[in-house]
């Protein structure tokens, strides 16, 4: 059946016992394909390459009517046909296209087999399972949530922007109960988006597609629009750290607490990221076995960085002194129940920040402020490293060759401030040995 396909054709067409075509009969190729149901749909029929009776026969559906117009779906076909020419096969191409992995499926690709670090003497290395577990979850919670459903080579700097400015504006941001689908028990999810979010996410963003460009024969990714997108993906300079009050604000309320009753593991951890500037299962999870109290150190053997060794003010010692038991042994702050260490310290915390009237402080400001104090202080920023566990390819072997006893004296010139502010003094005869 020929006819000019028109809007009137199409809707005089009716169903019949089995699907039919109307062919168009000015553009040889273009049809109205009609099913018994009643659906139609527009479409052209060609052969692939130079064409010939030996050529495979693509149908390329073009749209269904009534949504696609009638006129619409003629310059569509018009198209799709001067392709055809050209020897391009749109149908082929649009089936490669659906065989091309979405956002989702990359995220899960990347999960299976990516999750390598990035950066640093680590570089190249499988993620610690901590890190990996928040990596993923930031890429699922945010990535999968507003861009899964996409093909993963569509993605363009464009995308990205956008992806960033609504990550940014809270719309991934959520609080709810859901179905664990592993355990089958209910947990709570909490997304917090912000801009904080957004360039930590993007940043994941962009080590999945670098990951998916060392697979572009099963991935198809050529192409990194993380790399040219027109977003910020560093925090820049670490401006916020606490003054000397606000850290007396924050030990007073510690001391407050602990005179309340609270757990006291949660309030000596608190105590101990700010006299020590260390990450925050670091000293969470800190075991015995890691303190060497005759060198005052932290000896860690596996942390994010690899192997490092901390120097430890008097303050802080002191402290994990006065916790050490006569047989120590596993963690230095034990799970209240079962194995582990103690991870209750959330609560704690946010009661402590809000009696101390400084909110949206995070543990991990006590390191930035240990930091700060140190390049206050006017100690080198080899020694601001030391103190921090900072590594990099370059510096991490003059790291091994820093002296710990001026990295101890220097942890006490730096954190004598802090612990004095915490209420945590240091002893009179460490305070001799300090020079000026």
């Keep these: 059946m020929k006819t000019k396909l028109s809007k009137t054709a199409a809707d005089v067409a009716e169903p019949k016992s089995a ?7 000015e553009l040889t190729g273009f049809a109205l394909r009609v099913t018994p149901a009643g659906a139609k749909s527009w479409a052209v029929k060609y052969r692939v390459g130079e064409g010939g009776r030996t050529a495979a026969v693509r149908w390329y559906t073009i749209g269904t009517y009534p949504e696609t117009p009638a006129t619409d779906a003629r310059k569509a076909a018009e198209i799709a046909l001067a392709r055809v020419r050209l020897g391009e096969d749109p149908s082929g191409e649009r089936i490669t296209k ?14 299976q087999e990516g999750c390598i670090v990035q950066r640093g003497i680590r570089q190249g290395e499988p993620m610690k399972p901590m890190t990996k577990d928040y990596t993923l979850a930031r890429l699922r919670h945010h990535v999968v949530r507003l861009l899964g459903k996409r093909r993963i080579t569509e993605i363009d700097e464009g995308d990205i922007t956008t992806f960033v400015r609504d990550v940014s504006a809270g719309k991934t941001a959520r609080d709810e109960w859901i179905v664990d689908p592993e355990t089958g028990k209910r947990k709570r999810v909490i997304v917090r988006g912000g801009e904080g ?7 994941d963003l962009s080590a999945v597609y670098s990951f998916l460009k060392t697979h572009k024969r099963k991935t198809r990714v050529t192409h990194n629009p993380v790399e040219d997108a027109s977003v910020r993906k560093t925090d820049n300079k670490r401006t916020r750290f606490l003054s000397i009050e606000e850290v007396k604000r924050l030990g007073e309320a510690l001391n407050t607490l ?9 309030v000596n951890i608190a105590r101990l990221w700010a006299l020590s500037g260390c990450r925050r299962n670091e ?31 008097a303050a802080a010692i002191a402290l994990l002194e006065a916790l050490k038991p006569e047989e120590a042994e596993g963690y230095v702050f034990p ?18 920040i809000k009696k101390a009237a400084l909110p949206g402080v995070t543990p991990h400001v006590l390191r930035h402020t240990l930091g700060s104090a140190a390049a206050s202080a ?10 921090l566990g900072h590594a990099n390819a370059r510096s991490t072997a003059i790291y091994a060759h820093i002296s710990h006893d001026p990295a101890r004296l220097a942890a006490d010139r730096v ?11 240091l002893p009179k005869q460490v305070m001799k040995t300090i020079p000026a």
């Design 258 to 266: 602990e005179a309340q009753g609270v757990n006291a593991k949660a």
């Design 19 to 25: 699907r039919y075509t109307i062919w168009d009969s």
């Design 283 to 313: 000293i969470a999870g800190l075991k015995w076995s890691e303190v060497d109290f005759d060198r005052g150190l932290l000896v860690f053997d596996d942390t994010k960085t690899g192997r490092s060794v901390r120097p430890l003010g």
């Design 335 to 352: 799970a209240e129940r079962g194995d582990g260490f103690y991870q209750g310290t959330k609560t704690v915390w946010q009661a402590a």
């Design 378 to 387: 006017g100690e080198a920023l080899l020694m601001v490293g030391s103190l």
């Design 98 to 111: 659906r065989a091309e992995m979405t956002v989702a499926q990359a995220i899960d690709f990347y999960a």
């Design 415 to 425: 954190t004598g401030p802090l612990a004095e502010a915490l209420g945590r003094p």
């Design 197 to 203: 979010a957004a360039r930590k996410v993007v940043r």
